[in-house]
């Protein structure tokens, strides 16, 4: 073999090494403690790079990142009563604004620096991915996913929700039978919609991730479930109170609340260390009462709400101790 070719050689073994490396997914871990951080908003939202999404002082929407400021998002002067619920990777935010007409409410965007309305009255626009497609829930109407300008409607009899979408444009919810009754539906490019919650039961799907791994809570008996390649398993949280899960990651880790209504706790839950209470994993000199986590993403940072000091419904985020 010629110095040249095995130049060659040495080189096309460094790209696919390279290649290989880049295309590995980060390996997931579970802290034991979080460095707390104060959030100048009312949180809706993170994303994987640690920006948040939420409301000012002023009720208006906003951003913040660690070490920066507070970024205005500017709204239409005709709508007011803005709730941000959704966030991707690029920024762009969606949610549902209240019309200048009484009880009118549109699903909106703020995409690419632009402000969209994105439906019709009585619409929410609840989840965006980084494709920018919307999953929106329209009353009367149901489910849609809103891609290229258009409103596809996702299918069901009679109306229904949605709470997320992931990358591959999955989105999760739950739908109505008819009967004042609802079962917890995947809908993808794909597949179509599937009912995927246990038989017989109200159930709701609360998020999907990337892996396709779907949150179910079901009703009568209260019960939550991880559905992984079409299998539901059952989660074991508080064992003495309701718990509430709000958001779940690509690592499979679920956070939320629990306890009775007038005394919730942040809650945490991983496949290594089960159920545990998030104020036992910070430092508790800081002078904080953890009661909601909202969100978390996917390098494990959580948002959410809590007493600070004489303060309620303060805003923070938890940074896992071992992440820069």
């Not at 070719?5 to 090494?17: E, G, K």
């Not at 939202?45 to 409301?55: C, P, T």
């Not at 303060?314 to 992440?323: A, E, I, M, S």
Request: with cysteine; hydrophobic share 40%; charged share 20%.
């Amino acid at each position: 073999m010629t110095v040249l070719s095995r130049l060659s050689l040495a080189v096309l073994v460094i790209l696919l090494v390279t290649s290989s490396s880049a295309q590995t997914p980060t390996a997931c871990s579970y802290p034991a403690h979080y460095k707390i951080i104060r959030v100048p908003l009312q949180l809706a939202r993170i994303n994987n790079s640690g920006l948040i999404a939420g409301l000012d002082e002023e009720n208006q929407p906003a951003t913040w990142k660690q070490h920066h400021n507070v970024q205005k998002i500017v709204t239409a002067p005709d709508f007011r009563g803005v709730r941000v619920i959704g966030l991707n990777d690029a920024g762009d935010i969606v949610g549902q604004m209240s019309a200048t007409e009484a009880g009118k409410i549109h699903a909106f965007g703020f995409i690419h620096g632009s402000l969209k309305v994105l439906a019709g009255p009585q619409s929410k626009a609840k989840a965006i991915n980084n494709a920018g497609q919307v999953a929106i829930e329209q009353s009367p109407g149901g489910p849609f996913l809103w891609s290229d300008n258009k409103l596809l409607p996702l299918g069901g009899c009679c109306g229904g929700g949605v709470s997320a979408i992931n990358e591959q444009g999955q989105i999760a919810g739950e739908l109505n039978d008819g009967e004042a009754g609802y079962s917890a539906f995947v809908w993808g490019p794909n597949r179509g919609l599937e009912i995927v919650g246990p038989p017989a039961v109200r159930s709701s799907a609360l998020a999907i991730n990337n892996a396709g791994h779907t949150l179910i809570r079901a009703f009568s008996p209260n019960q939550i479930f991880l559905r992984r390649e079409g299998r539901l398993t059952a989660v074991e949280l508080s064992p003495e109170f309701v718990s509430q899960p709000r958001a779940l990651n690509d690592c499979d880790v679920i956070v939320g609340e629990y306890g009775p209504s007038s005394d919730n706790r942040a809650f945490i839950w991983d496949r290594k260390n089960g159920f545990r209470d998030l104020n036992g994993l910070v430092d508790k000199t800081d002078g904080w009462i953890l009661e909601s986590a909202v969100d978390i993403n996917g390098r494990g940072e959580i948002i959410g709400t809590g007493d600070h000091q004489d303060e309620s419904n303060v805003g923070f985020l938890l940074v896992p101790k071992n992440t820069k």
